[in-house]
């Protein structure tokens, strides 16, 4: 195992930890209409954005490495969630995360992977593009809860 695969694999466990450390933060304590609140009829909420980042980051890594899983994409979008639902569903991400993580390889990094219908790309670019993919849905988490606080 070289040093830089241990790097790869501890940054991107430190950054998804953190993520779903986020995630938490903005799910705990909320009520269930605050979760399924929608700001706009096409619009995610929160309960939803939280079910797809996990779909996709869980998808995305399997695909990395190699393993056939299931997701129904379409299904998130649709997805209604309490507090406690959206909680187990972050602290079973984080353990299949650590756990996938934990045997990514220099060719699951470097060899092109397939994912879905896109064209393959080296696994360094899916686990990379995805994180920011995460992160750009916690920021939409923190703004359709800004949205919910000052409807009218």
Same mark, same amino acid.
Not at 11 to 33: I, K, M, N, P, T
Not at 42 to 64: D, F, K, P, Y
Not at 78 to 90: S, V
């Given at each position: 195992?070289?040093?830089?695969?241990?790097?790869?694999?501890?940054?991107?466990? @430190?950054?998804?930890?953190?993520?779903?450390?986020?995630? +938490?933060?903005?799910?705990?304590?909320?009520?269930?209409?605050?979760? *399924?609140?929608?700001? $706009?009829?096409?619009?995610?909420?929160?309960?939803?954005?939280?079910?797809?980042?996990?779909?996709?980051? $869980?998808?995305?890594? =399997?695909?990395? =490495?190699?393993?056939?899983?299931?997701?129904?994409? @379409?299904? @998130?979008?649709?997805?209604?969630?309490?507090?406690? +639902?959206?909680?187990?569903?972050?602290?079973?991400?984080?353990?299949?995360? *650590? @756990?996938?993580?934990?045997?990514?390889?220099?060719?699951?990094?470097?060899?092109?992977?397939? +994912?879905?219908?896109?064209?393959?790309?080296?696994?360094?670019?899916?686990?990379?593009?995805?994180?920011?993919?995460?992160?750009?849905?916690?920021?939409?988490?923190?703004?359709?809860?800004?949205?919910?606080?000052?409807?009218?």
């Amino acid at each position: 195992m070289s040093s830089l695969e241990e790097t790869v694999r501890t940054v991107l466990g @430190e950054g998804f930890r953190d993520l779903h450390a986020r995630l +938490r933060d903005q799910v705990r304590g909320l009520d269930s209409g605050t979760l *399924n609140w929608r700001p $706009l009829p096409q619009a995610n909420s929160v309960a939803v954005l939280v079910t797809h980042t996990l779909g996709s980051e $869980l998808e995305m890594i =399997r695909s990395v =490495r190699g393993i056939t899983g299931h997701r129904d994409r @379409e299904a @998130e979008f649709k997805a209604e969630a309490d507090a406690a +639902r959206l909680l187990e569903m972050i602290d079973a991400a984080d353990s299949e995360m *650590n @756990e996938l993580l934990a045997g990514l390889t220099s060719a699951d990094m470097t060899d092109e992977r397939p +994912r879905g219908d896109r064209p393959p790309q080296v696994g360094i670019h899916w686990l990379v593009t995805n994180y920011g993919h995460a992160r750009e849905h916690l920021a939409q988490i923190q703004l359709t809860k800004q949205l919910y606080d000052f409807r009218t």
